[in-house]
């Protein structure tokens, strides 16, 4: 599996309006394709409020080429997110093991 972390940070003050979209048109752009397996939205714990994490867990990589394309390595933006967007990062991690609660998530025995 695939873990892809995408971390966007606002410009100052931005954060509400960048969530906002985020929830209404990123997160339904990326329900529901194959191969996804869980999508998780949050902040991180410290901080100003103007960071938002985007966690997908894929079935493997070729879902993740086959929703992103050849750029699948790039933290691309909607067109509305590019104005309230500072900074943008992705990063992907090769999941070995899943362990724990997950577990009874993606079917296994928990």
């Known amino acids: 599996m695939i873990l892809r972390i995408f971390r966007l940070r606002a410009h100052p003050g ?12 990123g997160v339904p752009n990326i329900r529901g394709r194959e191969g996804l397996v869980a999508l998780l939205l949050g902040r991180p714990d410290e901080g100003d409020g103007d960071e938002l994490v985007l966690v997908s867990l894929w079935r493997d990589l070729a879902a993740v080429r086959a929703f992103k394309g050849d750029a699948w390595r790039e933290a691309r933006l ?15 991690v090769v999941v070995d093991t899943v362990a724990g609660p997950i577990d009874a998530f993606l079917g296994g025995a928990g």
């Open 14 to 25: 931005r954060g509400a309006a960048l969530e906002h979209i985020v929830r209404t048109r």
């Open 78 to 92: 909607l067109p509305e997110e590019i104005e309230l967007t500072a900074a943008a990062s992705v990063s992907h």
